[in-house]
């Protein structure tokens, strides 16, 4: 069924484990995901970016969720990734998301404030939940030093009058992932100490951790092995994110990884199949792959198999 996030990040928060949500942009992507959770028996945050409603259309990737869900009998969430402004995340309620982000993040603390709660008003009148962000995810290069990372990470003492004044129903924040392939230089780190500190001031809160892809050597390899380019991609250790999940993180938002499943599976079958010139035959390869690297991050890293 379509639901809203409520019951799942409430019973994630309890249970010490997190939801996935996947960014969705087309119909092998649905359901490679799909295909994943199905077998897991897991529930579901399918993610439309602004950049995916251009790419698709709204109307094509709402029609494919509505055929994922008739399709799974999973639980599932459509949640809007990153809205910009108030008029793309009303277009989303409008149109039948259960879940919105209002990524107020680059305003400034009072304004952030303000846009925020005028989309939470707008959205709990017709029964869909908001997840604000506070902090800015950090560059590569940033938060080498205290000062850096006080200037972008998340401050805890923003946190309880950010969710008190708006009303939010789950919070992003910022602890030293990124987006993108390239999240750390040297050592990974991430700012455990600043989480535990934010969920001690909003017990039972939601937190959601953006930036969370993995980066898996093997998809980069392959990548490069099969005429790509990609250099000096890192990602977050796969035991940290195990880690934030058993905390107050109860969404983890993945992107990239699928995004370099899929690619590396397709160059793969280019060199190795020149002659072939069906998509679905280099299509069909790339849904397995995402369904596989979907199976693993739910069975191994998020720890949300069977609770749907
Ligand atoms: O947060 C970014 C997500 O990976 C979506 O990316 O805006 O290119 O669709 P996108
Ligand atoms: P990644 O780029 O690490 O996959 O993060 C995705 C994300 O945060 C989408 O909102
Ligand atoms: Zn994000
Ligand atoms: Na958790």
């Keep these: ?26 119909m092998e992507i649905v359901q490679g995901i799909i295909n994943a959770a199905k077998e897991e028996q897991a529930p579901v945050i399918l993610q439309v970016s602004a950049g995916a409603r251009k790419y698709a259309s709204p109307i094509y990737l709402r029609k494919l969720v509505e055929a994922a869900i008739e399709d799974s009998n999973l639980p599932i969430v459509l949640h809007l990734d990153h809205g910009d402004d108030f008029e793309i995340c009303k277009a989303c309620v409008d149109s039948g998301f259960t879940s919105v982000m209002i990524d107020g993040s680059k305003h400034p603390f009072e304004e952030n404030i303000r846009l925020t709660k005028e989309v939470v008003d707008y959205a709990h009148e017709r029964g869909v939940v908001v997840e604000g962000e506070l902090g800015k995810l950090a560059g590569v290069e940033d938060a080498v030093n205290v000062s850096a990372k006080d200037a972008t990470y ?23 992932t990124s987006h993108g392939a390239y999240k750390f230089k040297g050592e990974a780190k991430l700012d455990f100490e600043r989480l535990e500190k934010i969920s ?18 093997e998809f980069v390899t392959k990548c490069n092995e099969f005429g790509g380019n990609i250099a000096g991609a890192m990602g977050v250790p796969e035991e940290m994110l195990r880690k934030a999940a058993s905390m107050a993180v109860c969404k983890i938002n993945i992107d ?28 069909g390869p790339a849904r397995d792959a995402i369904k596989r690297i979907v199976q693993h991050k739910i069975k191994n890293v998020l720890g949300c198999s069977n609770k749907a």
């Design 200 to 217: 001690k001031l909003v017990p039972g809160f939601p937190i959601v951790l953006h930036g969370a892809s993995s980066v898996p050597q």
């Design 1 to 26: 069924a379509l639901v809203t996030s409520t019951d799942m990040l409430k019973k994630a928060y309890e249970g010490g484990y997190a939801i996935g949500a996947f960014n969705v942009n087309n």
């Design 154 to 176: 998340t401050d805890p003492d923003q946190v309880a009058e950010f969710v008190a004044k708006t009303g939010v129903d789950s919070l992003a924040i910022a602890i030293g």
């Design 256 to 283: 990239t990884d699928l995004r370099l499943a899929m690619t590396a599976s397709i160059r793969e079958h280019f060199i190795n199949h020149p002659e072939e010139f069906d998509p679905r035959k280099y299509l």
